[in-house]
């Protein structure tokens, strides 16, 4: 078990940061999990002590949003991110970690950046309102699968998933299930690998069991944020978070 004080200090903060976004604050916020855990152990270490938190940390949310996911979406997505975990099973190792953090960082800002470009052409034009995507099979199946290949190394699935999920523009309770839902899958079909690859040992399961008091506690503050807060603050600091953390992860993926 680690027993470093410094990487508790990093390790807390990320726990309760990643279960607040399964409750509610939005995929983006738990991106900076891994990337503040990786200041004190390797980012595939922190990655496999993170995923039994995971599935915890689902399990709690698809029991706080349960019946109110968007069943439609999920059947389109859930195929895609299994086959991109399949894929990053059989090809990260020959990835180095900073060419996965610099293609996470592009597809993250690239998208924050469109957003905010279509949002000020609109205020320009004195409209305020983006109207919102149309479910596609074709653009469901190819960003899930982004999200199952950089859900798999760093568990950054988010921001490709938000690509196709935000713009859909869904009501915030039914967003917030559907990306519950879909990640509560993810991240247990991602346990065989992590097991088969020797990722998940005793010592990074006992971190684990030592931090897992945390999981409820940060699901339950971000199910309790996401009631206080309005729709259009939601997805504006998901957005902002996109964009943090896009330029956190180049600036480490080009060093």
């Given at each position: ?19 607040m ?27 496999a ?100 290949f950089?859900?798999f ?15 859909l ?18 991240n ?21 069991l ?25 997805y ?20």
């Amino acid at each position: 078990m680690i027993t470093d004080p410094f990487f508790y200090l990093c390790a807390i903060p990320a726990v309760l940061l990643f279960a607040m976004a399964k409750g509610g604050l939005g995929g983006a916020v738990s991106l900076l999990s891994v990337p503040l855990m990786s200041l004190a152990v390797p980012p595939l270490q922190a990655a496999a002590i993170l995923l039994p938190l995971l599935v915890a940390m689902d399990a709690m949310a698809m029991w706080s949003f349960r019946g109110q996911w968007e069943m439609r979406e999920i059947k389109i997505i859930v195929p895609g991110a299994i086959l991109g975990v399949v894929i990053g099973a059989l090809t990260f190792r020959y990835l180095s970690e900073d060419a996965v953090r610099i293609m996470i960082a592009a597809i993250a800002l690239i998208f924050s950046l469109d957003y905010y470009r279509k949002k000020y052409l609109h205020h320009f034009h004195h409209k305020n309102v983006l109207k919102p995507a149309k479910t596609s099979v074709a653009k469901g199946s190819i960003w899930s699968a982004v999200s199952g290949f950089t859900s798999f190394g760093i568990h950054a699935g988010g921001p490709p998933m938000s690509v196709y999920l935000l713009p859909l523009q869904m009501e915030k309770k039914k967003l917030m299930a559907t990306f519950a839902l879909f990640f509560g899958v993810v991240n247990l079909v991602k346990l065989v690998p992590y097991a088969w690859m020797n990722q998940i040992n005793t010592s990074s399961l006992t971190t684990s069991l030592v931090l897992m008091p945390l999981a409820p506690i940060g699901v339950r503050m971000g199910y309790f944020l996401l009631h206080k807060v309005s729709e259009k603050m939601i997805y504006e600091v998901c957005y902002l978070f996109l964009v943090v953390v896009g330029i956190k992860l180049l600036w480490e993926g080009i060093l």
